[in-house]
Protein backbone atom coordinates (compact mmCIF):
# COMPACT_ATOMS: atom_id res chain seq x y z
CA UNK A 1 0.00 0.00 0.00
CA UNK A 2 1.06 3.56 -0.58
CA UNK A 3 1.82 5.68 2.31
CA UNK A 4 2.54 9.91 1.94
CA UNK A 5 4.55 11.78 4.85
CA UNK A 6 4.39 15.31 5.44
CA UNK A 7 6.77 15.80 8.81
CA UNK A 8 6.28 19.20 9.03
CA UNK A 9 2.82 19.76 11.53
CA UNK A 10 3.46 23.06 11.13
CA UNK A 11 4.97 25.94 9.36
CA UNK A 12 5.01 29.38 9.23
CA UNK A 13 5.78 32.09 6.79
CA UNK A 14 5.93 35.84 6.81
CA UNK A 15 3.84 37.54 4.09
CA UNK A 16 5.57 38.15 0.77
CA UNK A 17 8.30 35.26 1.75
CA UNK A 18 8.77 32.33 0.26
CA UNK A 19 8.30 28.76 2.39
CA UNK A 20 8.29 25.18 1.19
CA UNK A 21 6.14 22.13 2.42
CA UNK A 22 7.73 18.73 2.35
CA UNK A 23 6.24 15.42 1.25
CA UNK A 24 7.68 11.90 0.79
CA UNK A 25 5.49 8.73 -0.61
CA UNK A 26 6.43 5.12 -0.75
CA UNK A 27 5.48 3.38 -3.82
CA UNK A 28 6.67 0.31 -6.05
CA UNK A 29 4.57 1.61 -8.85
CA UNK A 30 6.19 3.76 -11.62
CA UNK A 31 3.14 5.28 -12.90
CA UNK A 32 0.91 7.74 -10.90
CA UNK A 33 -0.15 11.54 -9.73
CA UNK A 34 0.66 13.63 -7.15
CA UNK A 35 -1.76 16.56 -5.73
CA UNK A 36 -1.38 19.06 -3.11
CA UNK A 37 -4.53 20.22 -1.64
CA UNK A 38 -4.88 23.56 0.57
CA UNK A 39 -7.91 22.94 3.68
CA UNK A 40 -8.83 26.12 4.79
CA UNK A 41 -11.37 26.97 7.63
CA UNK A 42 -14.16 26.26 5.75
CA UNK A 43 -12.98 22.52 5.53
CA UNK A 44 -13.33 22.58 1.59
CA UNK A 45 -10.60 21.16 -0.15
CA UNK A 46 -9.22 23.36 -2.83
CA UNK A 47 -6.50 22.05 -5.35
CA UNK A 48 -3.28 23.58 -5.12
CA UNK A 49 -1.60 21.83 -7.92
CA UNK A 50 -0.69 18.50 -9.76
CA UNK A 51 2.63 16.64 -11.23
CA UNK A 52 2.30 13.12 -13.16
CA UNK A 53 5.12 11.56 -12.57
CA UNK A 54 5.80 10.35 -16.03
CA UNK A 55 6.52 14.29 -16.38
CA UNK A 56 9.85 15.32 -15.33
CA UNK A 57 9.31 19.04 -15.85
CA UNK A 58 7.71 20.44 -12.68
CA UNK A 59 4.35 21.93 -12.87
CA UNK A 60 4.02 25.24 -11.83
CA UNK A 61 0.47 27.43 -10.50
CA UNK A 62 1.58 31.00 -10.38
CA UNK A 63 2.87 31.62 -7.20
CA UNK A 64 3.28 27.74 -6.34
CA UNK A 65 5.77 25.31 -7.54
CA UNK A 66 6.98 21.89 -6.94
CA UNK A 67 9.90 20.04 -6.75
CA UNK A 68 9.68 16.51 -7.81
CA UNK A 69 12.32 14.22 -6.88
CA UNK A 70 11.09 10.75 -8.63
CA UNK A 71 13.96 8.37 -7.46
CA UNK A 72 13.64 10.08 -3.85
CA UNK A 73 10.29 10.06 -3.60
CA UNK A 74 9.88 13.60 -2.71
CA UNK A 75 7.29 16.06 -3.66
CA UNK A 76 7.66 19.55 -2.06
CA UNK A 77 5.12 22.51 -2.71
CA UNK A 78 7.37 26.24 -2.54
CA UNK A 79 5.13 28.80 -2.05
CA UNK A 80 6.42 32.32 -3.09
CA UNK A 81 5.55 35.34 -2.14
CA UNK A 82 3.20 34.43 0.62
CA UNK A 83 -0.17 36.48 1.01
CA UNK A 84 -2.45 36.30 4.03
CA UNK A 85 -4.52 33.87 2.10
CA UNK A 86 -2.43 31.25 1.58
CA UNK A 87 -3.03 30.63 5.55
CA UNK A 88 -4.33 26.64 5.37
CA UNK A 89 -3.68 23.21 6.13
CA UNK A 90 -1.73 21.79 3.64
CA UNK A 91 -2.10 17.87 2.43
CA UNK A 92 0.23 16.28 -0.09
CA UNK A 93 -1.91 13.07 -2.18
CA UNK A 94 -1.13 10.40 -4.06
CA UNK A 95 -3.17 8.51 -6.36
CA UNK A 96 -2.02 5.48 -8.18
CA UNK A 97 -2.76 5.24 -12.23
CA UNK A 98 -4.85 2.55 -11.60
CA UNK A 99 -6.59 3.31 -8.62
CA UNK A 100 -9.24 5.88 -8.17
CA UNK A 101 -8.90 7.52 -4.59
CA UNK A 102 -6.33 9.56 -3.35
CA UNK A 103 -3.90 8.62 -0.28
CA UNK A 104 -3.69 11.83 1.84
CA UNK A 105 -0.63 12.33 4.25
CA UNK A 106 -1.74 14.26 7.64
CA UNK A 107 -0.93 18.14 6.47
CA UNK A 108 0.68 20.80 7.37
CA UNK A 109 -0.34 23.74 8.70
CA UNK A 110 0.87 27.05 7.63
CA UNK A 111 0.91 30.18 9.40
CA UNK A 112 1.28 33.11 7.35
CA UNK A 113 2.17 36.09 9.42
CA UNK A 114 1.84 39.67 8.58
CA UNK B 1 -24.47 22.33 -9.84
CA UNK B 2 -21.58 24.72 -9.25
CA UNK B 3 -20.21 22.55 -6.55
CA UNK B 4 -20.22 19.28 -4.68
CA UNK B 5 -23.05 19.87 -1.96
CA UNK B 6 -23.33 17.78 1.23
CA UNK B 7 -26.08 18.08 3.88
CA UNK B 8 -26.13 18.67 6.48
CA UNK B 9 -23.04 21.03 7.25
CA UNK B 10 -23.65 20.15 11.19
CA UNK B 11 -25.21 16.93 12.76
CA UNK B 12 -25.20 16.24 16.54
CA UNK B 13 -26.54 12.83 17.23
CA UNK B 14 -26.48 10.48 20.27
CA UNK B 15 -24.94 7.62 20.84
CA UNK B 16 -26.72 4.41 19.14
CA UNK B 17 -28.53 6.57 17.06
CA UNK B 18 -28.25 5.91 13.25
CA UNK B 19 -27.30 8.90 10.56
CA UNK B 20 -27.57 9.45 7.44
CA UNK B 21 -25.24 11.84 5.47
CA UNK B 22 -25.43 13.45 2.10
CA UNK B 23 -24.06 14.15 -0.87
CA UNK B 24 -24.72 15.69 -4.51
CA UNK B 25 -21.94 15.80 -6.52
CA UNK B 26 -20.92 18.15 -9.32
CA UNK B 27 -23.47 17.12 -12.59
CA UNK B 28 -22.23 14.86 -14.82
CA UNK B 29 -19.32 13.70 -12.65
CA UNK B 30 -19.16 9.59 -12.55
CA UNK B 31 -16.90 9.29 -9.61
CA UNK B 32 -17.77 9.19 -6.18
CA UNK B 33 -15.67 9.06 -2.99
CA UNK B 34 -16.38 9.37 0.59
CA UNK B 35 -13.81 10.38 3.15
CA UNK B 36 -13.15 10.92 7.25
CA UNK B 37 -11.56 13.34 8.81
CA UNK B 38 -10.89 13.23 12.82
CA UNK B 39 -9.61 16.40 14.57
CA UNK B 40 -6.89 17.66 13.49
CA UNK B 41 -6.00 14.68 10.75
CA UNK B 42 -5.26 13.72 7.25
CA UNK B 43 -7.96 11.89 5.34
CA UNK B 44 -9.15 8.35 5.59
CA UNK B 45 -10.47 6.76 2.60
CA UNK B 46 -13.99 5.14 2.90
CA UNK B 47 -15.23 4.28 -0.04
CA UNK B 48 -15.68 5.06 -3.97
CA UNK B 49 -18.54 4.81 -6.47
CA UNK B 50 -17.69 4.34 -10.32
CA UNK B 51 -21.56 4.99 -11.61
CA UNK B 52 -23.34 3.19 -9.01
CA UNK B 53 -21.25 0.28 -8.37
CA UNK B 54 -18.84 0.67 -5.65
CA UNK B 55 -15.43 -1.34 -6.67
CA UNK B 56 -13.49 -0.32 -3.74
CA UNK B 57 -15.10 -0.02 -0.25
CA UNK B 58 -12.01 -1.21 1.97
CA UNK B 59 -11.78 1.36 3.58
CA UNK B 60 -15.39 1.56 5.76
CA UNK B 61 -14.39 0.79 8.74
CA UNK B 62 -16.91 -1.50 10.43
CA UNK B 63 -20.04 -3.01 9.25
CA UNK B 64 -21.99 -0.48 10.48
CA UNK B 65 -21.14 1.96 7.99
CA UNK B 66 -22.43 1.57 4.64
CA UNK B 67 -23.13 3.81 1.74
CA UNK B 68 -25.20 3.96 -1.40
CA UNK B 69 -25.57 5.78 -5.54
CA UNK B 70 -28.60 6.02 -7.32
CA UNK B 71 -28.89 7.16 -10.48
CA UNK B 72 -25.46 7.81 -10.63
CA UNK B 73 -25.41 11.01 -9.02
CA UNK B 74 -26.36 11.37 -5.01
CA UNK B 75 -25.23 9.27 -2.81
CA UNK B 76 -25.88 8.28 1.16
CA UNK B 77 -23.25 7.61 3.87
CA UNK B 78 -25.21 5.77 6.66
CA UNK B 79 -23.41 5.00 10.25
CA UNK B 80 -25.94 2.88 12.22
CA UNK B 81 -25.67 2.45 16.05
CA UNK B 82 -23.23 5.70 16.02
CA UNK B 83 -19.94 5.70 18.68
CA UNK B 84 -18.34 8.55 19.72
CA UNK B 85 -15.37 7.43 17.48
CA UNK B 86 -17.30 7.99 14.76
CA UNK B 87 -17.53 12.19 15.60
CA UNK B 88 -15.33 13.60 12.39
CA UNK B 89 -15.55 15.39 9.36
CA UNK B 90 -16.92 13.32 6.70
CA UNK B 91 -16.14 14.96 3.28
CA UNK B 92 -17.33 13.91 0.03
CA UNK B 93 -15.56 14.64 -3.62
CA UNK B 94 -16.50 13.82 -7.18
CA UNK B 95 -14.65 13.43 -10.29
CA UNK B 96 -15.16 13.65 -13.75
CA UNK B 97 -13.68 9.84 -14.31
CA UNK B 98 -12.97 8.19 -11.29
CA UNK B 99 -10.72 5.31 -14.06
CA UNK B 100 -8.55 8.46 -15.19
CA UNK B 101 -5.78 9.53 -12.48
CA UNK B 102 -5.40 12.72 -14.08
CA UNK B 103 -9.10 13.75 -13.53
CA UNK B 104 -8.69 16.32 -10.37
CA UNK B 105 -11.04 15.50 -7.33
CA UNK B 106 -13.51 18.10 -6.44
CA UNK B 107 -14.99 18.07 -2.75
CA UNK B 108 -17.81 19.69 -0.73
CA UNK B 109 -17.63 21.28 2.90
CA UNK B 110 -18.22 18.18 4.67
CA UNK B 111 -20.67 17.49 7.14
CA UNK B 112 -19.41 17.69 10.97
CA UNK B 113 -20.66 14.65 12.87
CA UNK B 114 -20.85 14.57 16.67
CA UNK B 115 -21.71 11.91 18.91
CA UNK B 116 -22.70 12.56 22.37
Known amino acids: AQTVTQSQPEMSVQEAETVTLSCTYD???????LFWYKQPPSRQMILVIR??????QNATENRFSVNFQKAAKSFSLKISDSQLGDAAMYFCAYRSANIGQLTFGSGTQLTVLP | GAGVSQSPSNKVTEKGKDVELRCDPISGHTALYWYRQSLGQGLEFLIYFQGNSAPDKSGLPSDRFSAERTGGSVSTLTIQRTQQEDSAVYLCASSWDGLNSNSPLHFGNGTRLTVT
Open chain 1, 27 to 33: TSESDYY
Open chain 1, 51 to 56: QEAYKQ
